[in-house]
T-cell receptor, first 117, second 112 residues
Framework: GAVVSQHPSRVICKSGTSVKIECRSL??????MFWYRQFPKKSLMLMAT?????????EQGVEKDKFLINHASLTLSTLTVTSAHPEDSSFYIC?????????????FGPGTRLTVL | KNQVEQSPQSLIILEGKNCTLQ??????????LRWYKQDTGRGPVSLTI?????NTKSNGRYTATLDADTKQSSLHITASQLSDSASYIC???????????FGKGTTLSVSS
């Protein structure tokens, strides 16, 4: 099946620093990728929709200046958490929308565990 | 409002037993329904995906059903194994290219 990778898988940073998370679709092109956040024992929460070559669409309540999203190519989207705070500690998951084939399918990355000290 | 409701919230069963998880949705328009398995600290992994015209789909010991008229789906797990312990998430897709709508998941614990 299709593979979506995320890097890094785990990151620990100090408050006030910025952290970049990469999401790559390894064997298909994805014009649309999604970024989710998941708290312990909770469901995934959509943060933003990343569209290749255009600005991301953020969900209500998600600060676009804090969570910078760049979808520079059809296989790569990045999420940068700027000026990280301990409350940003969470599990971040990306997904890539594969539109070729039927039905269209969304594939998830393995997730990135962010811990802000 | 587009919603996906799952039940039960959590379930504990003995190894080797069968179980059935439920999913009700109020998503319109409807494109497809997926069941995912998510192990703790990992990303979701797709088990099944069904479109409007499909009533049942199997993937090994996992069998999903879909009743598009009543907007209900179930995931049946047979002969459970310890490795089945995970969160099972029902996800409904509306129009193509739009965000998925997630249920809150059912946490399954299989004990020996």
């Amino acid at each position: 099946g299709a593979v979506v990778s995320q890097h890094p898988s785990r990151v620990i940073c100090k408050s006030g620093t910025s952290v970049k998370i990469e999401c790559r679709s390894l064997d298909f092109q994805a014009t649309t990728m999604f970024w989710y956040r998941q708290f312990p024992k909770k469901s995934l929460m959509l943060m933003a929709t990343s569209n290749e070559g255009s600005k991301a669409t953020y969900e209500q309540g998600v600060e676009k200046d804090k969570f910078l999203i760049n979808h520079a190519s059809l296989t790569l989207s990045t999420l940068t958490v700027t000026s990280a705070h301990p409350e940003d500690s969470s599990f971040y998951i990306c997904s890539a929308w594969r539109t070729s084939g039927s039905p269209d399918t969304q594939y998830f990355g393995p997730g990135t565990r962010l811990t802000v000290l | 409002k587009n919603q996906v409701e799952q039940s039960p919230q959590s379930l504990i069963i003995l190894e080797g037993k069968n179980c059935t998880l439920q999913c009700n949705y109020t998503v319109s328009p409807f494109s497809n329904l997926r069941w995912y398995k998510q192990d703790t600290g990992r990303g979701p992994v797709s088990l099944t995906i069904m479109t409007f015209s499909e009533n049942t789909k199997s993937n090994g010991r996992y069998t999903a059903t879909l009743d598009a008229d009543t907007k209900q789906s179930s995931l049946h797990i047979t002969a459970s194994q310890l490795s089945d312990s995970a969160s099972y998430i029902c996800v409904v897709s509306g129009r193509a290219g739009t965000a998925l709508i997630f249920g809150k998941g059912t946490t399954l614990s299989v004990s020996s």
